[in-house]
């Protein structure tokens, strides 16, 4: 009797420390079977490497329309050089989080996107003809953030930017967008060469439970980029969330006014289609994170974990949407309060990514976080 009571005992106390028993974290999933290399072949072949095909497209097409403009600088072709920029900056978003494999290797993402560009050191470049772009110091005066620079920035009317492509400074500005667009185009090549040649199959072959795995990297990965690079970088910073002091020239695309808002949902548009397993360019969806929380009946306070983290997304995008211009938003209020709240909202996503899901899948974190959740 005095052992069955014993087991008793500890059962009561098990229950009671379990998250059911109140807690506000995940509760604990039934066992399941879940095929993560299932949703691996989803996200490389219907998300991963279609994005990447279409933003090499938009690549191209932006060539064009410079090669367009190259022969001819007027205030018409300048325009449909910025449409075609931008149409390329917007597809670029799509496949900014997939820092992983070839991308990895590259520095894809800091080649193709640090920004601020440094202005007085692309302009010294400009005036000595002198610079090597592969130099990870140079990070910051090339890629997207340069171009911003040269078509957008370069003066405050467009008439004025057109005199600097017709003047004494022709050759200069279009060697060196010439080197800009070779090198972004350079990048996207190996990067796509490198996963259609052997990285593919080995990242879904990978499809193991263990730090090293392909889901386990790519969740990591996933989670780091919405939480440094979408929340942090296009939001947090200029906001100056994290210093005190508001920092508009650190947006994304600084130099049109209107981008910054568009780039960051556009960014937030393609997450949650990751995180829903969504076809690139289709309404079809596979198997994905939200799907692989809905096999475990992952819950948080007696609700599903994969819908209240879309709600929440929902949610934060509907706030951003609502929106003036980001730079409008900084620059034009002290502080600037709405675009606060907004970002509250968006921050309210971390945790859910970075606790609660991780946890449920028994993914570990592997990056340390300055910033708190």
């Known amino acids: 009797m005095k052992r069955i009571l014993l087991s008793f005992g500890v059962l009561l106390t098990l229950w009671a420390c379990s998250p059911d028993s109140g807690g506000g974290g995940p509760e604990p999933p039934n066992p399941v079977s879940f095929d993560r290399g299932e949703m691996l072949v989803n996200w490389a072949d219907n998300i991963i490497l279609p994005s990447y095909a279409n933003f090499n497209a938009r690549l191209g097409t932006m060539n064009s329309a410079y090669t367009t403009f190259k022969s001819d600088p007027s205030e018409v072709n300048l325009q449909t050089l910025r449409d075609a920029w931008f149409d390329a900056y917007l597809g670029w978003q799509s496949v900014a989080m997939f820092e992983i494999g070839p991308a990895e290797t590259a520095g894809y993402r800091l080649e193709m996107n640090t920004y601020p560009t440094d ?21 910051d005066v090339k890629g997207f953030s340069a171009l911003d620079y040269l078509i957008n920035g370069l003066a405050s009317a467009d008439a004025q930017i057109v005199s600097r492509y017709q003047g004494t400074e022709q050759q200069a500005l279009f060697d060196y967008i010439d080197a800009v667009i070779a090198d972004m185009q350079s990048l996207t090549t190996q990067v796509i060469q490198g996963w259609e040649n052997g990285f593919r199959d080995a990242f879904v072959a990978n499809d193991g439970a263990s730090a090293t795995a392909s889901t386990d990297r790519m969740v990591n990965d996933f989670i780091y980029y919405f939480e440094r690079h979408l929340r942090a970088g296009k939001m947090g910073i200029p906001l100056g969330v994290f210093t005190g002091t508001k920092a508009p020239q650190t947006l994304e695309a600084y130099y049109r006014t209107s981008a910054g808002k568009e780039l960051f949902l556009a960014a937030m548009g393609a997450f949650r289609d990751f995180f829903n397993g969504k076809h690139f360019g289709s309404s079809a969806t596979g198997k994905s994170l939200a ?45 600037p309060t709405t675009m606060l709240l907004a970002y509250d909202e968006v921050q309210r996503i971390v945790p859910l990514l970075k606790v609660d899901m991780v946890s449920a899948m028994s993914i570990s974190i592997d990056y340390v976080d300055a910033d708190g959740d």
């Not at 003809?129 to 110091?137: H, Q, R």
């Not at 879309?310 to 995008?317: F, G, M, P, S, V």
């Open 119 to 139: 202005v007085i050191t692309l302009e010294q470049y400009l005036s000595s003809g002198s610079y090597d772009l592969s130099l990870p110091a140079n990070r």
């Open 291 to 335: 799907s692989y929380l809905r096999d475990l009946n992952t819950l948080k306070n007696g609700a599903a974990l994969d819908v209240i983290i879309n709600d929440q997304i929902t949610l934060a995008t509907q706030q951003v949407s609502a929106l003036d211009d980001f730079r409008t938003e900084i620059e034009n209020n002290d502080p």
